[in-house]
């Protein structure tokens, strides 16, 4: 009875360590490169991280740098013309990396008191320059997120998709 004891209380350290481990490990995570506010030139940093195909579409205000996964998801960074990343969008199987799309503004998202959820997995914030908007369900993901003091002139929300 003594030994059984000990090997739970032994299992349940082990598994303690497993997850403190692991939870070090996201919280570490991947150091964001391109990002939404930063710049144009680290986006192959994003496109190598990702194993991605990039393709560049250039608009009349601004350019469209879009990461092709293997499995089919896609991520788009809206550059604009002094080769700033205003806005992201994605759709995709899963749920993209967040930490490193949104760059410096991830902590803003997480530490929003202005959530809005809804159903189907909606989650909106708007927190100072900062909007996000994410749907999904398993296999099916989208959403976008942009600073509305950076979008260039002439150009609309509704460009960013």
């Known amino acids: 009875m003594r030994f059984s004891a000990i090997a739970v209380t032994a299992r349940a350290g082990r598994r303690a360590a497993g997850a403190l481990l692991g939870a070090a490990i996201l919280l570490a995570g991947n150091p ?3 990002a939404l506010g930063a ?3 680290s986006i192959e940093s994003d496109r190598a991280q990702a194993g991605a195909r ?4 250039p608009h009349a205000a601004f350019s469209v740098h879009e990461l092709s996964t293997g499995t089919g998801g896609v991520v788009r960074e809206y550059v604009s013309p002094s080769g700033v990343v205003f806005a992201v969008s994605w759709h ?3 749920m993209p990396n967040l930490k490193q799309i949104l760059g410096a503004q991830y902590p803003t998202l997480l530490g929003s008191s202005k959530r809005q959820a809804g159903g189907r997995g909606h989650l909106a914030v708007t927190e100072g320059p900062l909007v996000f908007e994410s749907n999904g ?3 099916s993901f989208h959403g976008r997120a942009y600073l509305s003091t950076a979008i260039p ?3 609309s929300t509704d460009d960013i998709q």
């Open 32 to 34: 964001a490169h391109a």
């Open 39 to 41: 710049g144009v030139a």
């Open 54 to 57: 990039l393709t560049r579409v």
């Open 92 to 94: 995709s199987f899963a």
């Open 137 to 139: 369900r398993m296999r």
């Open 153 to 155: 002139a002439g150009v």
